[in-house]
């Protein structure tokens, strides 16, 4: 009899479940994490964003109770320092491994991220995927941003690939990419900036603030070099080969508009063959007509697409030129493809000028001209 009970018995214990599992709501599980430094108290301030999960157990009703966000803010010398304070502050457990964005805030980024940085990668909870941003706007409000259904987590802060596809500006960036560009010798960083823009969307008796992309912050070197708002970057989009579709306006006589949409590009930097010193760009795009408010030949409107691309590329070098930043990351160019040159030659004094850039040659096929006819064209 004693033979028979103790197979029960061990096989009810193993079956008893784990002794240590927590319930979903007794656990504080920090989606977002924002950072950013006090320059008179010589602090670092950490802002942890937390979503209520209480309402993911009834999902299967018809409508779903809409998730909490709230923000802790801790406080310190150090980012541990900060840290402990959210420990302190906290009631439940804190569980960080679900952190999907980390954004930083410009007084930081001209402050400096070594120390920052060091403790990023010594936190084992955190992981090399998450999305990175910076902002000059209150992160607090940034991480309070829901979406239209009141959650933190479907914005598209969390999901920046879905946006970029539709509508490619500012390249998202992760993590590991981040850090591995932030500490190469000869690379630009491109982060990119958000803002919190208000009343976004309305519903009756609502409105529905966003966090957008708006800009766009240049490091080099572990340094802060600045930041160009959309407006001044509208080129770099025509070199970054991630781009997917983006939309290029040409205006006409009598404020008359073509807008194209641009996919699927194919940019080439390289080093100018008769003067080293200077660099050729050559790009091959599709482009799709979305709106025609006046008949214009095919060939002349390639030919407006390609001075408008040209241009937009030539002062979105000079904008950033003006801040000292190779946005186009040219060095990186020649320290990938000529390294005993930028070696020898430069020897860490690398330079642009307005001319670094010789030549801008563009080819674009137009693929899409929807209901518009084109056999008037020749």
């Known amino acids: 009899m004693k033979k028979i009970l103790i197979p029960i018995i061990v096989s009810a ?82 569980y960080w491994a679900h952190i999907g964005i980390i954004i930083f805030h410009e007084r930081l980024l001209q402050h400096g991220i070594d120390q920052i940085s060091d403790s990023l990668a010594r936190f084992q909870q955190i992981r090399e995927t998450n999305w990175m941003y910076g902002t000059k706007d209150s992160i607090e409000d940034i991480l309070l941003v829901t979406s239209l259904f009141s959650s933190a987590v479907q914005t598209t802060l969390f999901n920046p690939e879905e946006a970029y596809h539709v509508h490619s500006i500012i390249s998202p960036i992760r993590m590991h990419r981040f850090y591995s560009d932030f500490t190469e010798k000869a690379t630009t960083t491109k982060l990119p900036m958000i803002s919190v823009k208000e009343d976004v969307w309305k519903t009756k008796g609502a409105t529905n603030d966003s966090a957008k992309s708006s800009g766009v912050f240049l490091l080099k070197e572990k340094k802060y070099l600045g930041s160009l708002p959309i407006s001044q970057f509208r080129g770099l989009r025509w070199v970054t080969k991630t781009t997917k579709r983006s939309p290029l306006r040409i205006k006409l006589e009598n404020n008359d508009e073509v807008n194209i949409i641009i996919t699927q590009l194919d940019p080439h930097l390289k080093i100018n063959k008769l003067d080293k010193d200077t660099f050729d760009i050559d790009i091959n795009a599709n482009g799709g007509i979305i709106e025609v408010q006046k008949e214009i030949s095919l060939p002349i409107l390639k030919e407006k697409i390609i001075e408008k691309m040209e241009k937009e590329i030539r002062e979105t070098y000079e904008n950033a030129l003006n801040i000292k930043a190779d946005i186009y990351n040219l060095e990186e160019l020649v320290f990938r493809k000529d390294y005993d040159r930028w070696k020898h030659d430069y020897k860490g004094r690398f330079t642009l000028t307005e001319n670094s850039i010789a030549n801008i040659n563009i080819d674009i096929t137009i693929t899409k001209t929807g209901e518009y006819d084109y056999q008037f064209s020749y």
């Open 13 to 94: 214990l193993l079956l008893s479940g784990c002794w240590d599992e927590k319930d979903i709501v007794e656990m504080q599980y920090i989606t977002a994490i924002g950072i950013d430094y006090d320059k008179e108290k010589d602090d670092y301030i950490l802002y942890a964003q937390v979503v209520s999960f209480a309402g993911v157990a009834k999902s299967e009703q018809a409508e779903t109770v809409p998730s909490k966000v709230w923000v802790a803010k801790g406080q310190g010398k150090s980012m541990e320092a900060a840290i402990n304070m959210i420990y302190d502050k906290s009631n439940q457990i804190v």
